[in-house]
């Protein structure tokens, strides 16, 4: 059967190298088969774009799963090593599995593909991955980073990790921080002491030598964060530093905004399968969420998608009349 469905849309500005590797990705996608295994024949995927895990989660998630079983299959390859067989998504799923006590450990449910291209596999775990909360924002800037090395274009690197394009470039703009202003952003840290993320995004467009000064002040709360890009501009003017400033083209700025109308689609439309099959708890524990907070979020997606789909429809016959 087909492995979980994933939107690749190629477009024909796309450049040949980007197409060949959706043809790539589609025919492993298309292989999956569904097998149970016992999770020492499986091994975690090192490359794979999700490097934090948070204790606390996996211990939840593994209560739950001990008690009602495993509701989401990962997705894995066979690529013999020490193990039979690779993770390519559903870590998280294979960590809680590993700490139920032996006599009553499940097997891990997943999804067989062919895939013996390690490109195939990075691409394949951060869509599945991205599609989902609880990424950290170094996480996200480089799985886009290790995207653009295969040639995909931005537009579409935000599409298939299901973020805007303008998003996507402020994210992306975080591997001109220096060491010391992403330990920062360890989601380990108390709260007090994290440097909020859009702050970040800021901050990286100044050279790495001025960053961390104003990072500190922003802990410090000498300056709330809605005053950090004006704080930006005084210090690249007093230090003569040029502000890399990026802007979506009109275009670039359309595209952005179908693709967000199609992840919110789908993302409206997963969460109303998981409540009409009733497999809600591991999904309510994996999130810290309840029933009531997961139906309120339905409605606010729906709602959303109404708004934009209105407002498009504006847009659309704006530029009717002006032709």
Sequence with gaps: MPATSIALVPTEHDPQEYLDLLARVKKALDSAVDISIPVHDLRPYKGQPREY?????????????????????????????????????????????????????????????????????????????????????????RTIQ?????????????????ISYAWATSIYGLKDLSADVVKLLDPELPRAKQLPV??????????????????????????????????????ATQTGSNIRVREAS????????????????????????????????EVLLYQEKTTDELMRTLKKTRETIEKIEARVTRLREAYKKQK
């Design 250 to 281: 009109p275009s670039q700025q359309w595209r952005s905004l179908n693709n967000q109308i199609g992840v919110i689609g789908r993302t409206a439309n997963q969460i109303q399968t998981i409540v009409a099959k009733g497999d809600v708890s």
């Design 53 to 141: 895990f948070s204790p606390e989660s996996i211990q939840r998630l593994s209560v739950s799963i001990d008690t009602g079983g495993q509701m989401t299959r990962g997705m894995i390859r066979e690529k013999p090593a020490k193990t039979r067989y690779e993770l390519i998504d559903g870590e998280r799923r294979w960590r809680s599995i590993n700490i139920i006590p032996v006599e009553r450990r499940p097997l891990y449910k997943a999804q067989l593909i062919e895939a013996d291209d390690d490109v195939v596999q990075f691409l394949i775990s951060g869509i599945v991955n991205f599609n989902r909360e609880g990424h950290t924002p170094m996480e996200v800037m």
């Design 146 to 162: 290790t995207y653009r090395s295969f040639k995909i274009p931005m537009e579409q690197i935000a599409g298939l990790l299901g």
């Design 198 to 235: 859009v702050a970040a995004m800021q901050i990286a467009k100044l050279p790495q030598s001025h960053q961390i000064g104003l990072a500190m002040r922003v802990i410090a709360k000498d300056i709330s964060v809605g005053r950090v890009r004006g704080e930006v501009v005084k210090v």
